[in-house]
């Protein structure tokens, strides 16, 4: 089903760059009242400043373009939703949205209006004498506030994603905090020197006169605009929603019908694949890859239309022969329901605290070091149990540190070897962490094996794999018994390097995957292809016969491509 153009991404593009100028100008906007806190003089002289730019024609014309564009994409994005049903944030962020105009358009027809009708001289204190005292205080106040966090939830769903915002977010929640309440002072602190100057008969004839005091007349005339202005959002939101309402009953005119075994029993609008459907009706549905057919989770046993559907495309074929499913079995996420259905969900989401979220996995593109002792077998034969078990715990004392101060985890630890993953918010990081983590073990097996020199025993030799690549992190086994781990062809290609390390008498084998990670453009010189057990493509990687010396060869590399 195509997407509607007003969905596409110039729509989200005229959001965010409308959002962005709304937010740019309501920072300023409240900042300019904080300055009240201050002095009456800096408050006047960065408001005479902004509209140098806010009152120019260029700048009205930005500024009331996207104004109207942001309110009208707001509508439009209701009128077109399937449900009203989302999540807590997004729900939030509409609300507040909506509730905008009810102040927004009295404040624009009070002052801008006022200005450029009546020649009001609309500065800080003839709004402020408008308002002050009454309950109008309060509600302009509280607009303040509802257009803040409605540009913040904005500007964090925008950039939540970027790799800086995580590390920036603690500062700019405090200036989120900051702001309005910098603003609330500054207008409470104008507000009472101006009222009480407002007090006195002789300073009142003064003000009026110096802000051309619009007659009362005039105040009518405004009071009917303002009402005139919200009849017509009212209508608008009135039309977006009817839209919203008469296309869902279009919709289910022209809808299907689906029961879920043992769930309830739907009906959605033809075009929607079935794990649409049941997310667009609060339907648990299993989808780790997130709706993209390489993970199967979301399969499907066809109890009753199977014979109705079209045959799978080639991405749903492939996953399903991997699992080696039945014919009856499809993917959710792959196909779309046109005639009645009965499903079965193979994977149901479970809501006992035994087998909460976490059994259900989660997929994730993370490395995986894969690590083993050289030569373990021949060194410990005739030793006793105590003294194999004493060697290993000591061994794992002297490395593991480097992993877990690296930011990974030792999944499981395998006789002589361990399988540490790398668990970071992004890709990039989390090949990082492996990389630094593998060159620390090195080190650290370095100066345990001059203590183990002193104690005149033999060093120890390691092999490591490092790749990254796609996992499912999640809990295996019985309900109440599972262990936390990971499974993934990452993991195979990870074992299968530090195979290959004893053969070419290397510490470690990291593979090209990973090195692109962290940015390295071109493949050092040493980089391999190798064929590896179980893998259907080669795999390049790079043999570092000492991991400690991977950071200087990664560095010379650099400083061969740059040059």
């Known amino acids: 089903m195509s997407t509607p153009l007003w969905q596409g991404s110039w729509a989200t593009r005229l959001r965010i760059i409308s959002g962005l100028v709304l937010f740019t100008f309501a920072f300023f906007h409240f900042t300019n009242i904080g300055l009240g806190l201050f002095h009456t003089d800096f408050l006047h002289g960065m408001q005479e400043t902004r509209e140098v730019v806010t009152r120019h024609i260029l700048g009205s014309l930005v500024l009331y373009t996207a104004l109207i564009v942001h309110a009208g994409l707001a509508l439009i994005s209701i009128a077109r939703r399937r449900t009203l049903r989302m999540p807590f944030h997004t729900g939030l962020q509409v609300v507040l949205g909506l509730l905008i105009p009810l102040q927004l358009i009295s404040h624009i027809v009070q002052t801008r209006y006022a200005h450029e009708i009546f020649s009001v001289n609309d500065e800080m204190g003839y709004i402020i004498i408008l308002m002050w005292p009454n309950s109008a205080i309060w509600m302009q106040s509280l607009l303040m506030l509802v257009v803040w966090v409605h540009g913040c939830i904005g500007l964090h769903m925008w950039l939540r994603l970027t790799r800086w915002w995580n590390t920036a977010v603690p500062y700019l929640i405090g200036l989120a905090v900051f702001i309005p309440s910098f603003a609330l002072a500054g207008l409470l602190t104008e507000g009472r020197r101006i009222w009480t100057d407002f007090a006195d008969p002789n300073l009142r004839e003064q003000y009026l006169d110096h802000y051309n005091w619009p007659s009362s007349d005039e105040f009518q005339v405004m009071f009917s605009v303002k009402d005139n202005a919200l009849m017509a959002f009212w209508i608008a939101l009135g039309a977006a929603l009817a839209f919203h309402f008469g296309h869902k009953m279009w919709r289910r005119r022209h809808s299907v019908r689906v029961r879920y075994v043992d769930g309830p029993e739907v009906v959605s609008e033809k075009g929607m694949t079935l794990l649409e459907m049941s997310q667009a009706n609060g339907i648990p549905h299993t989808a780790l890859c997130g709706g993209k057919g390489r993970c199967t989770t979301c399969r499907v046993i066809v109890e009753d239309g199977a014979d109705r559907l079209p045959p799978p495309s080639e991405i749903e074929a492939r996953s399903l022969k991997a699992v080696d499913a039945s014919e009856r079995t499809r993917l959710a996420c792959q196909f779309r329901p046109a005639d009645p259905l009965t499903v079965f969900r193979v994977f149901r989401p479970d809501g006992s605290r035994k087998r909460a979220h976490a059994s259900q996995g989660q997929e994730r593109k993370l490395a995986v070091l894969f690590l083993d002792m050289r030569g373990f077998t021949a060194r410990t034969a005739g030793q006793l149990p105590y003294d194999i078990v004493f060697l290993l715990n000591r061994f794992f004392d002297a ?123 071109t493949a050092p010189s040493g980089m391999r292809q190798f064929q590896l057990r179980g893998v259907s493509e080669p795999i390049s990687a790079l043999p570092v016969s000492k991991a400690a010396e991977l950071q200087k060869l990664l560095a010379q590399e650099e400083q061969i491509a740059a040059g």
């Open 399 to 521: 490395i593991v540190p480097s992993i877990t101060a690296d930011g990974g985890t030792v999944d499981k630890y395998m006789g002589d070897g361990l399988l540490a993953v790398f668990e970071k918010n992004d890709t990039t990081a989390s090949a990082r962490s492996g990389l630094k983590s593998a060159i620390d073990i090195s080190r650290a097996l370095q100066r345990f094996n001059l203590q183990l020199a002193n104690e005149n025993s033999p060093e120890i030799r390691i092999g490591m794999g490092l790749h990254i690549g796609d996992l499912v992190l999640g809990e295996i086994g019985a309900a109440g018994h599972a262990s936390h781990t990971i499974i993934g062809d990452a993991v195979n290609v990870a074992s299968r390097l530090e195979g290959e390390t004893k053969a070419l008498g290397v510490e470690l084998l990291v593979s090209e995957d990973v090195l692109q990670a962290v940015g390295l453009e």
